[in-house]
C-alpha cells in the first residue's frame, strides 16, 4: 500500500494540506486535537502512514505500534493526564469508526465510564 491515500482525510492533515490544532509529531506519527471532543482532552494520534485501521497492520508493523504508543504516553503527559486516561480505536463502520486511517483516541482530563456505548 502507498503511505499516502489522496482521499484520506488524515493523510491530507498529516501533509499541512488541511489544518489541525497539533499537539506533537515525529517522524512516523501526528497527534492533533478531536474536532468534536468528547473529553475535556481527546487527542487523535496518528501514524503519518495510511494504514486503515488495525486489521490491515502487517505482523512486521511493530515498529509503528511502538511510535504510536510512545506518542500516546508523550501527549498524555504534555497534557497532565497524570490521574489517567483512555486509549480507544475503533476497527470497521460497526464499531463507530468514521475516518478509515487508523488512529487511537486519547481521552482524559475526566472519570471516564464503562462499559462505552
Ligand atoms: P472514528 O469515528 O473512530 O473514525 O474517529 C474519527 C474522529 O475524527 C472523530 O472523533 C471526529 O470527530 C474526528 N475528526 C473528523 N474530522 C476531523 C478534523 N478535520 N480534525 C480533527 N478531528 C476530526
Known amino acids: 500500500m502507498s503511505d499516502r491515500d489522496p482521499d484520506c482525510l488524515f493523510c491530507k492533515i498529516a501533509a499541512g494540506d488541511i489544518p489541525s490544532d ?7 506519527v501526528i497527534a492533533f486535537r478531536d474536532i468534536h471532543p468528547q473529553a475535556p482532552t481527546h487527542v487523535l494520534v496518528v501514524p503519518r502512514r495510511h494504514v486503515p485501521d488495525v486489521d490491515t497492520l502487517a505482523d512486521d508493523d511493530a515498529g509503528l505500534l511502538s511510535a504510536l504508543f510512545a ?9 497532565g ?5 483512555r ?4 476497527v470497521g463502520a460497526e464499531s463507530g469508526q468514521s475516518v478509515f486511517h487508523l488512529h487511537l483516541h486519547l481521552l482524559g482530563g475526566r472519570r471516564m465510564r464503562w462499559p462505552p456505548g
Open 87 to 90: 486509549v480507544v480505536t475503533n
Open 71 to 79: 506518542a500516546v504516553r508523550r501527549v498524555a503527559e504534555l497534557e
Open 22 to 28: 497539533r499537539v506533537y509529531e515525529d517522524d512516523a
Open 81 to 85: 493526564l497524570a490521574k489517567g486516561y
